[in-house]
């Protein structure tokens, strides 16, 4: 299988080819979503919450991006690397936006960045392309603002919000972003989104109308056996299955079933 980049990602638009993206956050996941076929694989800022434990993704910084980025990139082969840019490292100014992505595609294992926000970030975008970087752009329910939100809200069910996604993504692309990421909005305005520009669009939590779809692995894989919000479809109950094992270790261990001779040296 020849390496993905983002003319292979955008030509899938054209071809009618669903996108596939799968979140990484470490080599032995990422190595298994590349080996599976993923087109791109997202170390997402989601790593605050999944793999730090935080109730948000604001505390992420850029050093832990490109700490995990590397580590992905490491594990991957033929799909495309993109890394998640953090709460703040970009909203600050144009320059901080060029300094925090550069430092991911030279230390953080990224072959384009990802950035939250629409109209507002289009500029940014439009100089990160100049400079080389490719941009996912992520329009919709963007966590990094969830307390502006008050929650992690659905959007775009209002007028208002619908034209702030539609005009966002629009920017975007215009600005050059290679694809763009809707989170939880309607399915229809997916669609008019998908149709308005174009990009692959990859949604999550926004129904079937995209070009391409997203899960973050610890929902996919069945992780949590309690978090299970509506577009999660889990294809794995990884979360029960390790607790047993682990259950069934402690047990032999303490029972003195482990290890057998044959799992000790003479
Ligand atoms: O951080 C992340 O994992 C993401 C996906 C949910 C799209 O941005």
């Not at 901080?96 to 960045?113: N, T, W």
Request: aromatic share 6%.
């Amino acid at each position: 299988m020849a390496k993905i980049t983002t003319a292979t990602i955008r030509q899938k638009k054209a071809t009618r080819e669903k996108v596939v993206v799968l979140t990484a956050y470490d080599v032995a996941f990422a190595r298994l979503a590349d080996k599976a076929g993923a087109d791109i694989v997202l170390v997402g800022d989601t790593l605050g919450m999944v793999v730090q434990g935080n109730t948000s993704t604001l505390p992420v910084t850029v050093e832990e991006m490109a700490y995990h980025g590397r580590m992905v990139a490491r594990g991957v082969q033929n799909a495309h690397v993109v890394v998640d840019l953090p709460f703040m490292s970009y909203q600050a100014s144009i320059e901080d936006g060029l300094r925090s992505a550069g430092h991911l595609m030279k230390q953080g294992g990224a072959e384009s960045v990802k950035l939250e926000g629409g109209e507002e970030v289009a500029e940014l975008v439009a100089r990160l392309v100049r400079a080389g970087i490719p941009v996912m752009g992520h329009v919709g329910m963007t966590p990094q603002s969830v307390h502006q939100y008050g929650g992690f809200k659905t959007q775009g069910r209002t007028e208002d919000q619908r034209q702030r996604i539609l005009a966002g993504a629009e920017a975007l692309a215009q600005a050059g972003a290679y694809a763009i990421v809707l989170e939880a909005m309607p399915s229809p305005v997916a669609v008019e989104v998908t149709q308005a520009v174009p990009v692959p669009t990859i949604g999550i939590g926004a129904g079937p109308g995209c070009d391409g779809q997203v899960l973050v692995m610890h929902d996919l894989l069945g992780m949590d056996p309690v978090w299970q919000p509506r577009f999660v479809r889990r294809y794995a109950e990884l979360g029960k299955e390790i607790e047993r094992a682990f259950g069934a270790y402690a047990a032999d261990v303490r029972a003195g079933r482990f290890p057998s001779s044959n799992e000790s040296y003479d």
